[in-house]
T-cell receptor, first 117, second 111 residues
């Protein structure tokens, strides 16, 4: 159990366009989902925390108007990178957790590699 | 502030034992996690400690001392496939159970 999927796994886009990344919990209901960004050889940096039906909480330094997060259901959260630029190229990873799971472990999706040309 | 330290790189020999240390200073503590991450992949959960002591799970063990702000991950009978990054993460207290990650330790296992 506790499988999290992400789509797409890889995306290449032109500078100035917007990209949407989906994160789904496949076999459990995720009350909370997290979005991380990871640059090469660096650790995961939390971008925002989202709860179903409410606005996301962004970490300091993360532009909420640039990284739009929607958590419309207990199994789906989306991250939209608006007006993407080359510096947004990174590995974006989501995770999900629910109080119903033992130890409230965060289970991670497989990640989305974004390349902005 | 939040600070989690772990060595950047380690090397070890196949069949040996390796210990990866992690020290932390965080505003609030609600458990410590270890994750394994292969290059280009998402992290996979290895272990969780919230009380002091040792948690053993097969070839992997994790230890926590809350008073010292210290944890280690012990890997026994190393295999080549254990070559990966190992991430130490602290769950802070308060709402939403946020995880703060260390920079990760890249472990290279050689024959």
């Amino acid at each position: 159990g506790a499988v999290v999927s992400q789509h797409p796994s890889r995306v290449i886009c032109k500078s100035g366009t917007s990209v949407k990344i989906e994160c789904r919990s496949l076999d459990f209901q995720a009350t909370t989902m997290f979005w991380y960004r990871q640059f090469p050889k660096q650790s995961l940096m939390l971008m925002a925390t989202s709860n179903e039906g409410s606005k996301a909480t962004y970490e300091q330094g993360v532009e909420k108007d640039k990284f739009l997060i929607n958590h419309a259901s207990l199994t789906l959260s989306t991250l939209t990178v608006t007006s993407a630029h080359p510096e947004d190229s990174s590995f974006y990873i989501c995770s999900a957790t629910t109080t119903g799971l033992l130890t409230d472990t965060q289970y991670f999706g497989p990640g989305t590699r974004l390349t902005v040309l | 502030g939040q600070n989690i330290d772990q060595p950047t790189e380690m090397t070890a020999t196949e069949g040996a034992i390796v210990q990866i240390n992690c020290t932390y200073q965080t505003s609030g503590f609600n458990g410590l996690f270890w994750y394994q991450q292969h290059a280009g992949e998402a992290p996979t959960f290895l272990s969780y400690n919230v009380l002091d002591g040792l948690e053993e799970k097969g070839r992997f063990s994790s230890f926590l001392s809350r008073s010292k702000g210290y944890s280690y991950l012990l890997l026994k009978e190393l295999q080549m496939k254990d070559s990966a990054s190992y991430l130490c993460a602290v769950r802070t207290s308060g709402g939403y159970n946020k995880l703060i990650f260390g920079a990760g330790t890249r472990l290279a296992v050689h024959p």
